[in-house]
T-cell receptor, first 111, second 116 residues
Framework: SQQGEEDPQALSIQEGENATMNCSYK?????LQWYRQNSGRGLVHLIL?????REKHSGRLRVTLDTSKKSSSLLITASRAADTASYFC???????????FGSGTKLNVKP | NAGVMQNPRHLVRRRGQEARLRCSPM?????VYWYRQLPEEGLKFMVY????????ESGMPKERFSAEFPKEGPSILRIQQVVRGDSAAYFC??????????????FGPGTRLTVL
């Protein structure tokens, strides 16, 4: 299956520290996206990186993509308590309609 | 511009009843996706629709589940004769069109279905 898998499953850090989450997938992709989900809420799109891009920044977020290793990482710098949420990567293959979501990394940022 | 709307937010049904979940995409969006999420798990793709067309329903169970996105009105996910295993959060997402780097999805708040 194409499904992305994040690791770690859970991550607990202190406010101000950096948080790194990883995502691995299995086949060729068109793009990879990261989403955040607060408890009991819908998903919020964070950042999209195309298959021909290697790195992308958005505010305190930095995403890398290594298509040779079929992996991506999401780095949140200078974390805040408000960053506490679950983070999911989602991939879509070329010419396919489905998006595949991983099982998520649950991030807890302690104040 | 209102976001993706889903209703109801919470739905309780007894085994054997029908559940109807509604999704109104963002204004100007003609692509709708439905996902199911079990507790502590990621989202599982169910179906992808455009106006009046089912494009990909490969993630949807063959029986009891159906989806539509009529020319007018919201997209509907219908579950007939619900069973306890259908209890989950169902999310709808919309996007304006599909293309390279342009298929960001905007999610609704979800409908939490509980089957007693």
């Amino acid at each position: 299956s194409q499904q992305g898998e994040e690791d770690p499953q859970a991550l607990s850090i202190q406010e101000g520290e950096n948080a790194t989450m990883n995502c691995s997938y299995k086949t060729s992709i068109n793009n990879l996206q990261w989403y955040r989900q607060n408890s009991g809420r819908g998903l919020v799109h964070l950042i999209l990186i195309r298959s021909n891009e290697r790195e992308k920044h958005s505010g305190r977020l930095r995403v890398t993509l290594d298509t040779s290793k079929k992996s991506s990482s999401l780095l949140i710098t200078a974390s805040r308590a408000a960053d506490t949420a679950s983070y999911f990567c989602a991939t879509r293959e070329d010419n396919f309609n489905k998006f595949y979501f991983g099982s998520g990394t649950k991030l807890n940022v302690k104040p | 511009n209102a976001g993706v709307m889903q209703n109801p937010r919470h739905l309780v049904r007894r085994r054997g009843q029908e559940a109807r979940l509604r999704c109104s995409p963002m204004k100007g969006h003609s692509h709708v996706y439905w996902y199911r999420q079990l507790p502590e798990e990621g989202l599982k793709f169910m179906v992808y629709l455009q106006k009046e067309n089912i494009i990909d329903e490969s993630g949807m169970p063959k029986e009891r589940f159906s989806a539509e996105f009529p020319k007018e009105g919201p997209s509907i996910l219908r579950i007939q004769q619900v069973v306890r295993g259908d209890s989950a959060a169902y999310f709808c997402a919309s996007s304006p069109f599909r293309g390279m780097g342009t298929d960001t999805q905007y999610f609704g708040p979800g409908t939490r279905l509980t089957v007693l």
